[in-house]
């Protein structure tokens, strides 16, 4: 098992520091839930109320229906792997692994084998003799995942993990993390992380946590493809979904905006008659503006580009948005520099925001 329940939680420091607020979350066991959201949300502070590690100020946490405010981390059937490795310098990798098992008062049967097992299933087998210090950053977080696999616990807690490793020991880490999930389907994995590229490829769900409370609850491409707020859709996706304002001008199937810097716009939300004249903000990601030679959402310098390969960013003199627009087209466009180009996009891929909150989710 592994079912967590979290039912109006909330965290306040010292009385007057309010932190998380009504927070209500189901996990089912087996799954890898991710939290997200800006620095100072809050998302390594309910990370670490699960834990045990901090208090909880209100509301419930249940683990298999076992209320859990008050039992010591310990007993909660839970490991937690932290930023630092937090390894000991004077252990083998053996010795930092099998360390837990051995307070524990495990035979030495039972913790080799335990620890057999978790080199296996995180490559380690061949570095099981060697000191922390003769190993790669990488490998040491491995170490630190396998010191918590050979517990046994029902619930792991992942909080940024990753996030002390260079760019290309995050991904190889990162598939490790993923293969590891895929070996124990049966274990819930909450893991806390900044990095959306972790988030959008690991999880199964993910936890956008704002405004001292949950924005929204999804799959990675529920968020990505229907964001139910204007936090959402410019949290997840890089570059940030660009926003512009306008006003609603026609209703019904489909709905069509007047844009303020004089564009048009058509999205596949439906509306309705009374929605006639409000004041929107449409949302379209980088990857989904096309350039066009007729009337399109509107029309910018393009003051930058950044040629990566694969795909050129194109960045826009600011048209009565903050931040600047930003459009990424397939393939290379070296020549846009300077030039003023009009964009557009397909109306499946324009959203409609009113007061902050998607028309799709009335």
């Given at each position: 098992?592994?079912?967590?329940v979290?039912?109006?939680?909330?965290?306040?420091?010292?009385?007057?520091?309010?932190v998380?607020?009504?927070?209500?979350?189901?996990?089912?066991?087996?799954?890898?839930?991710?939290?997200?959201?800006?620095?100072?949300?809050?998302?390594?502070?309910?990370?670490?109320?699960?834990?045990?590690?901090e208090?909880?100020?209100g509301?419930?946490?249940?683990?298999?229906?076992?209320?859990?405010?008050?039992?010591?981390?310990?007993?909660?059937?839970?490991?937690?792997?932290?930023?630092?490795?937090a390894?000991?310098?004077?252990?083998?990798?053996?010795?930092?692994?099998?360390?837990?098992?051995?307070?524990?008062?495990?035979?030495?049967?039972?913790?080799?084998?335990?620890?057999?097992?978790?080199?296996?299933?995180?490559?380690?087998?061949?570095?099981?003799?060697?000191?922390?210090?003769?190993?790669?950053?990488?490998?040491?977080?491995?170490?630190?995942?396998?010191?918590?696999?050979?517990?046994?616990?029902?619930?792991?807690?992942?909080?940024?993990?990753?996030?002390?490793?260079?760019?290309?020991?995050?991904v190889?880490?990162?598939?490790?993390?993923?293969?590891?999930?895929?070996?124990?389907?049966?274990?819930?994995?909450?893991?806390?992380?900044?990095?959306?590229?972790?988030?959008?490829?690991?999880?199964?769900?993910?936890?956008?946590?704002?405004?001292?409370?949950?924005?929204?609850?999804?799959?990675?491409?529920?968020?990505?493809?229907?964001?139910?707020?204007?936090?959402?859709?410019?949290?997840?996706g890089?570059?940030?979904?660009?926003?512009l304002?306008?006003?609603?001008?026609?209703?019904?199937?489909?709905?069509e905006?007047?844009?303020?810097?004089?564009?048009?716009?058509?999205?596949?939300?439906?509306?309705?008659?009374?929605?006639?004249?409000?004041?929107?903000?449409?949302?379209?990601?980088?990857?989904?503006?096309?350039?066009?030679?007729?009337?399109?959402?509107?029309?910018?310098?393009?003051?930058?580009?950044?040629?990566?390969?694969?795909?050129?960013?194109?960045?826009?003199?600011?048209?009565?948005?903050?931040?600047?627009?930003?459009?990424?087209?397939?393939?290379?466009?070296?020549?846009?520099?300077?030039?003023?180009?009009?964009?557009?996009?397909?109306?499946?891929?324009?959203?409609?925001?009113?007061?902050?909150?998607?028309?799709?989710?009335?």
């Amino acid at each position: 098992m592994g079912n967590v329940v979290l039912k109006d939680v909330s965290k306040t420091y010292g009385g007057t520091v309010n932190v998380l607020n009504d927070i209500d979350l189901q996990i089912t066991a087996g799954e890898l839930i991710v939290f997200v959201g800006p620095s100072g949300c809050g998302k390594s502070t309910l990370l670490r109320m699960i834990a045990g590690l901090e208090k909880i100020t209100g509301g419930t946490l249940e683990i298999d229906g076992q209320r859990m405010n008050d039992v010591p981390p310990a007993q909660r059937g839970i490991a937690m792997v932290f930023q630092s490795y937090a390894l000991y310098p004077h252990m083998t990798v053996r010795d930092n692994m099998a360390f837990a098992l051995k307070l524990a008062k495990k035979s030495k049967e039972e913790i080799n084998e335990a620890v057999e097992e978790a080199a296996r299933k995180l490559q380690l087998t061949d570095y099981l003799d060697r000191l922390p210090k003769a190993l790669s950053g990488g490998q040491r977080q491995r170490v630190a995942i396998g010191r918590s696999i050979v517990r046994d616990p029902k619930i792991y807690l992942f909080d940024e993990p990753l996030s002390n490793l260079d760019a290309a020991l995050r991904v190889a880490t990162r598939i490790e993390i993923a293969r590891l999930k895929e070996e124990m389907p049966d274990r819930t994995m909450i893991y806390v992380t900044h990095d959306q590229v972790e988030a959008m490829t690991l999880a199964d769900r993910i936890v956008v946590l704002a405004n001292k409370g949950i924005a929204q609850v999804g799959s990675p491409l529920e968020l990505y493809e229907r964001p139910q707020n204007e936090m959402v859709a410019t949290f997840i996706g890089s570059p940030a979904m660009n926003l512009l304002p306008g006003k609603i001008t026609g209703t019904g199937a489909q709905t069509e905006i007047s844009l303020d810097d004089g564009g048009k716009a058509v999205s596949h939300v439906q509306t309705e008659a009374s929605d006639m004249g409000k004041t929107v903000n449409i949302g379209v990601r980088p990857e989904h503006l096309e350039a066009t030679d007729g009337e399109g959402l509107f029309t910018g310098r393009v003051d930058i580009t950044e040629a990566l390969g694969e795909v050129t960013l194109l960045y826009f003199e600011t048209v009565g948005t903050d931040p600047a627009l930003i459009a990424k087209l397939p393939g290379v466009h070296k020549d846009r520099r300077g030039q003023k180009v009009t964009m557009t996009a397909a109306p499946e891929h324009v959203h409609v925001f009113h007061e902050g909150q998607s028309l799709l989710y009335r």
